[in-house]
């Protein structure tokens, strides 16, 4: 799986947008990008996932660049209970193991 | 919604004891994954088992061994248990492998004393 590299910690005012950036610059063609996170020893909380297109659910969206080797997690209206360490996994399409790497302590602040 | 269940959730064992985690999936789910995060630390995979089978295995100790049951739920066994065996232990579960979320649960903090 291909190694992903993310700032260790990022601030974010409350209500105003967050986005997390992610370097994932091996990845591979049938590799996929994943989001997770996790609130203070809470289990891991999925978020979102993309191959090659922008995609968008109730959480999130997630922006992939053309030539796959970043992405950004945008959080458009960030709450205090967003304050999350945020992962971002690459991931195979053969393999259901998730690897987790340092990951962005989010913290969202009033 | 029913969610994945652990039990139990604390658990305080001394050196060279055993301990049995336990892990029930969301219903309809029929793959389990181990994960185990040591203090200041990020989430490492263990193990993963999809219809009763060992479908991956990660960094997993030979002194802990893992299998998922006929009604899905899966156990987790920490045999000579070590002081760096302490971490929270979570278990996640999917509908098929692989899936593309998995939902975890609440984890069990294992402390050896």
């Known amino acids: 799986d291909a190694k992903t590299t993310q700032p260790p910690s990022m601030d974010c005012a409350e209500g105003r947008a967050a986005n997390l950036p992610c370097n994932h610059s091996?990845?591979?063609?049938?590799?996929?990008v994943y989001w997770y996170r996790q609130i203070h020893s809470q289990g891991p909380q999925y978020i979102i996932h993309?191959?090659?297109n922008n995609e968008t659910n109730e959480m999130a969206s997630l922006i992939i660049t053309e030539d796959r080797k970043s992405s950004t997690l945008i959080l458009p209206h960030a709450t205090l209970r967003d304050t999350a360490v945020y992962y971002c996994?690459?991931?195979?399409?053969?393999?259901?193991?998730?690897?987790f790497g340092q990951g962005t302590t989010l913290q969202v602040k009033p | 919604a029913a969610g994945v269940i652990q039990s139990p959730r604390h658990l305080i064992k001394e050196k060279r004891e055993t301990a049995t985690l336990k892990c029930y999936p969301i219903?309809?789910?029929?793959?389990v994954y181990w994960y185990q995060q040591g203090p200041g630390q990020d989430p490492q995979f263990l193990i993963s088992?999809?219809?009763?089978?060992?479908?991956d295995k990660g960094s997993i100790p030979d002194r802990f061994s893992a299998q998922q049951f006929s009604d899905y739920h899966s156990e987790l066994n920490m045999s000579s248990l070590e002081l760096g065996d302490s971490a929270l232990y979570f278990c996640?579960?999917?509908?098929?492998?692989?899936?593309?979320?998995?939902?975890f649960g609440p984890g069990t903090r294992l402390t050896v004393t």
């Open positions: 219903p309809r789910h029929d793959t």
């Open positions: 996994i690459v991931r195979g399409s053969n393999t259901g193991k998730l690897i």
């Open positions: 996640a579960s999917s509908s098929g492998t692989p899936a593309y979320e998995q939902y």
């Open positions: 993309g191959l090659k």
């Open positions: 088992f999809y219809e009763k089978m060992q479908s």
């Open positions: 091996t990845i591979s063609g049938n590799e996929y």
